[in-house]
């Protein structure tokens, strides 16, 4: 007898499924959030779209000069400052939480800098307890999300019974009371080793402390430009306690806001290179794109260059519904090959040529990067 081929099981990702996510900036009020939202979307609405920078992207439009150029875009938020006690309803408490429950990760922005016009919320600058004050308010949010959906859960099992049916929702109480446990142990759920049955569970409960972090330290443009800070040490000590793994970036939202203030591109550059810095903005864009688990692939040609948005993990025949929803329906194959390739190559028919395009069927996991034509058969009216 042969040996038994393995299943491999998809991993579910924690959070919605989807390609159109959002990101939120969050933080304590008087930390640079909102000028670091208008100095990212160029905009003062709550909520805008900016535009993923990309080198492959840039590339492409250059070698296809297409008629239309569409690049990828990432969806921020500017969410209200947060306060302690938030979560049982102080300052705009239940409107602030429920607008992040609302977005798919969160951008923290933590003040690093002194500015005696710009008095913080708390008396005084210290990184470190601003951490742990929106940690645990989010936690505690999430304490009361839980125990609600373990009342419900109660409910339907106390009825007891041998049905299937049953037998799931003890299961799902079960995890939700897990869940319970290690939030009270003082840990975000992001950072638990949850089976693909448990992440289902949890993805119902749209919780805080699911959502990935980029965390954003907000330097002065002295610290910045010097890359040194009194509290970055103690920062660190609390990132390896409580957020191991997570991005942190160096950031300076006054330089950035500077920045904009240029009335060309051009000049904005100019001044970066006098001082020996770079804008952080489009680190910031990448970085969160990356802990939302987003990767692009590309359709090109003399119309159209353009970069779309899906998971980690997407097969083609989802990828081909990104495009449009009628090519998942009816789906044949998809002709593919790697931005690296076409690049290294310098053009398609050299591609060809290496015997570098590949036809591709049902099951092919689109890689980052990937260049694809599909084919798909006429939609059922």
Known sequence: MPPKKAVVEDKVLLGRPGNNLKSGIVGLANVGKSTLFQAITKCHLEESRVIVPDDRYDWLCEKYKPKSRVPAHLTVYDIAGLTRGASTGAGLGNAFLSHIRAVDAI????R????AEIIHVEGDVNPVRDLDIIAEELRLKDIEFVEKALENSKKKTRLGGQSLEMKRAK????????????????????????STREVEVINTMFLLSAKPVV??????ERDYTRKKNKHLALIAEWMKEHAAGDPILPIS????????????????AEECK????????????????????????????????RQWTIRDGTKAPQAAGVIHT????????????????????????????????????????????????????????
Request: charged fraction near 30%; aromatic fraction near 10%; hydrophobic fraction near 40%.
């Open 107 to 110: 951008f923290q922005v933590v």
């Open 112 to 115: 690093c800098f002194d500015d």
């Open 215 to 220: 965390y954003l330290v907000n330097l002065s």
């Open 253 to 268: 939202v006054s330089f950035e806001e500077r920045l904009t203030g240029f009335a060309t591109e051009e000049e904005a």
């Open 326 to 381: 009628d090519f998942e329906k009816t789906f044949i194959q998809a002709v593919v090959f790697n931005f690296t390739m076409l690049k290294e190559l310098g053009d398609e028919s050299e591609v060809k040529a290496k015997g570098k395009i590949m036809t591709k069927g049902k099951d092919y996991v689109v890689d980052d990067g990937d260049i694809l034509l599909i084919k798909a058969g006429a939609a059922k009216g």
């Open 171 to 194: 299961e799902d109480e079960a995890v939700i009371e897990k869940t319970l446990a290690w939030l009270k142990d003082g840990k975000d759920v992001r950072k638990g080793n949850w």
């Open 274 to 305: 006098k001082l020996g810095i770079e804008s952080a903005l489009p680190k910031v864009v990448t970085t969160m794109r990356k802990a939302l688990h987003l990767r692009s692939f590309f359709t090109v040609g003399p119309d159209e260059v």
